[in-house]
């Protein structure tokens, strides 16, 4: 009798098949239907599944349905988001996000944590020299007929003038809030005010959950380590929800698809030294994203003299060790070589620059939307000068046909291509672009 009781105790307490076992199993089949394939897990064991750390999930449509229904009812009527995790704030600290759960990878996997730690303020020595360079090369295009920029960039550099610049020195206080409301057509800026401290804390709520559906949207498509890599850096001072210990916004969430479309249908080696350069990089942020990830490559990015210094400060600040070259340092050269790019960890030049590029040196160039809002010589400038230095890879994200209201200038199909380029990836984004990876063929 004794024995038949231990067995009973054992079965219904201890046992993988006890019912409460049997319950957990039939919950997590149910779950199961709210998560992407690659999501969902199996068991060794008949009829045994168990509920997986959230932090593994995906959700597919149904699950991102019940997902915004659930967390809109929860902000209307309690005014929080019912996943915990989830959080709306400006400040970050990594002693926030370092103990062990289940809603967010472990150990962390955020580049944001790895610059946090590296955190130093920026030298009155780089400051000048972000300064001199702004205001030299501004000097040399205005002098120089041949750059003239659209319309629609015309009135962005006078608007970002007017705001980070004042007689000719940086405004520190503009520069180190450039992603906090600021004011301007450019929509590489505007878009960081999609959640801002000026909203309603409602609405902000609200745009937070189609953060969060694009995140889980895009595991079907980019690489769960680099989804879970990527998180939006503090600098600039930008206002985004943090999800499973990672700052997320529209933009970095597209270089997240970006970075992972150069990894998958590449061959470019994450340990060897890359020489990638990025035309109409803007401020840097895909940059730092590659940086990151290819640890040992050089990004060389050609942009307009504003953009320059906005990129000069970002890049420093978040990699504060690194060698960063400007235009003071090369303004001498006639022609400038793999040699001497490889020489710093980020290079940030004005268009001027690009004609000087020795033949075949870089392993990967990259324009995402920019090529569509320059004039039409200036895109055949770039065309014609990133076929000469490119050795390896062309990675276009680009509008397909010519758009006159707005930038009135030429698509992707109006791009003059004179080598020839086998293409990886051809196909129409969920930007609405057209995405193409091409590698030079010899």
Same mark, same amino acid.
């Not at 889980?216 to 210990?245: A, W």
């Given at each position: 009798?004794?024995?038949? /009781? /231990?067995?009973?105790?054992?079965?219904?307490?201890?046992?993988?098949?006890? *019912?409460? !076992?049997?319950?957990?199993?039939?919950?997590?089949?149910?779950?199961? +239907? =709210?998560?992407?394939?690659?999501?969902?897990?199996?068991?060794?064991?008949?009829?045994?599944?168990?509920? *997986?750390?959230?932090?593994?999930? &995906?959700?597919?449509?149904?699950?991102?349905?019940?997902? $915004?229904?659930?967390?809109?009812?929860?902000?209307?009527?309690?005014?929080?988001?019912?996943e915990k995790d989830l959080k709306l704030?400006?400040?970050?600290?990594?002693?926030?996000?370092?103990?062990?759960?289940?809603?967010?990878?472990?150990?962390?996997?955020?580049?944001?944590?790895?610059?946090?730690?590296?955190?130093?303020?920026?030298?009155?020595?780089?400051? =000048?020299?972000?300064?001199?360079?702004?205001?030299?090369?501004? @000097?040399?295009?205005?002098?120089?007929?041949?750059?003239?920029? @659209?319309?629609?960039?015309?009135?962005?550099?006078?608007?970002?003038?007017?705001?980070?610049?004042?007689?000719?020195?940086?405004?520190?206080?503009?520069?180190?809030?450039? %992603?906090?409301?600021?004011?301007?057509? !450019?929509?590489?800026?505007?878009?960081?005010?999609?959640?801002?401290?000026?909203?309603?804390?409602?609405?902000?709520?609200?745009?937070?959950?189609?953060?969060?559906?694009?995140?889980?949207?895009?595991?079907?498509?980019?690489?769960?380590?680099?989804? %879970?890599?990527?998180?939006?850096?503090?600098?600039?001072?930008?206002?985004?929800?943090?999800?499973?210990?990672?700052?997320?916004?529209?933009?970095?969430?597209?270089? !997240?698809?970006?970075?992972?479309?150069?990894?998958?249908?590449?061959?470019?080696?994450?340990?060897?030294?890359?020489?990638?350069?990025?035309?109409?990089?803007?401020?840097?942020?895909?940059?730092?994203?590659?940086?990151?990830?290819?640890?040992?490559?050089?990004?060389?990015?050609?942009?307009? *003299?504003?953009?320059?210094?906005?990129?000069?400060? &970002?890049?420093?600040?978040?990699?504060?060790?690194?060698?960063?070259?400007?235009?003071?340092?090369?303004?001498?050269?006639?022609?400038?070589? +793999?040699?001497?790019?490889?020489?710093?960890?980020?290079?940030?030049?004005?268009?001027? +620059? #690009?004609?000087?590029?020795?033949?075949?040196? $870089?392993?990967?160039?990259?324009?995402?939307?920019?090529?569509?809002?320059?004039?039409?010589?200036?895109?055949?400038? &770039? #065309?014609?000068?990133?076929?000469?230095?490119?050795?390896?890879? +062309?990675?276009?994200?680009?509008? *397909?046909?010519?758009?006159?209201?707005?930038?009135?200038?030429?698509?992707?199909?109006?791009l003059k291509f004179k080598s020839r380029? #086998?293409?990886?990836?051809?196909?129409?984004?969920?930007?609405?672009?057209?995405?193409?990876?091409?590698?030079?063929?010899?």
């Open positions: 009798m004794r024995n038949i /009781k /231990k067995k009973i105790k054992f079965y219904f307490l201890e046992s993988y098949h006890r *019912p409460l !076992a049997k319950l957990q199993h039939f919950v997590a089949y149910i779950n199961s +239907f =709210r998560y992407t394939n690659i999501s969902r897990n199996f068991s060794e064991r008949i009829l045994l599944l168990k509920i *997986p750390p959230l932090s593994t999930c &995906y959700y597919n449509l149904f699950g991102r349905i019940i997902f $915004f229904i659930s967390n809109l009812f929860s902000i209307i009527f309690f005014r929080k988001f019912v704030k400006k400040n970050y600290t990594t002693e926030n996000y370092q103990e062990n759960t289940n809603t967010r990878p472990w150990p962390t996997q955020s580049m944001l944590d790895i610059e946090l730690k590296n955190n130093q303020n920026i030298s009155d020595e780089f400051f =000048r020299k972000i300064e001199e360079s702004y205001n030299n090369s501004s @000097s040399d295009l205005i002098k120089n007929d041949f750059f003239i920029d @659209s319309n629609w960039w015309k009135e962005c550099r006078e608007e970002f003038n007017k705001i980070f610049l004042s007689y000719e020195k940086v405004n520190k206080s503009n520069l180190e809030n450039f %992603r906090n409301d600021v004011q301007t057509k !450019a929509e590489i800026l505007a878009d960081q005010n999609f959640i801002t401290e000026k909203n309603l804390n409602l609405i902000n709520k609200i745009r937070t959950l189609s953060l969060v559906n694009l995140y889980h949207k895009l595991s079907e498509h980019v690489d769960h380590n680099i989804l %879970r890599f990527c998180s939006e850096s503090t600098i600039g001072n930008n206002y985004c929800p943090i999800y499973r210990g990672q700052r997320i916004g529209y933009r970095i969430m597209r270089y !997240a698809y970006y970075l992972s479309q150069i990894k998958n249908y590449t061959d470019l080696n994450d340990e060897k030294k890359n020489l990638i350069l990025d035309i109409g990089g803007g401020y840097g942020g895909l940059s730092r994203v590659l940086k990151h990830y290819y640890t040992n490559s050089t990004l060389v990015i050609i942009e307009l *003299p504003e953009l320059c210094l906005l990129g000069s400060y &970002y890049l420093k600040k978040c990699f504060p060790n690194s060698k960063v070259g400007l235009t003071e340092d090369f303004k001498n050269e006639e022609s400038i070589s +793999f040699e001497d790019l490889v020489k710093y960890d980020f290079v940030i030049l004005t268009p001027n +620059f #690009m004609n000087k590029f020795k033949s075949n040196i $870089f392993d990967l160039t990259i324009n995402t939307t920019s090529l569509g809002e320059m004039t039409e010589n200036m895109q055949n400038y &770039y #065309m014609h000068n990133l076929e000469i230095c490119t050795k390896k890879y +062309f990675y276009s994200v680009n509008r *397909p046909n010519k758009r006159v209201e707005k930038y009135n200038s030429n698509g992707f199909y109006d380029w #086998m293409s990886k990836i051809y196909k129409y984004t969920h930007t609405y672009h057209i995405e193409f990876l091409g590698k030079k063929v010899k």
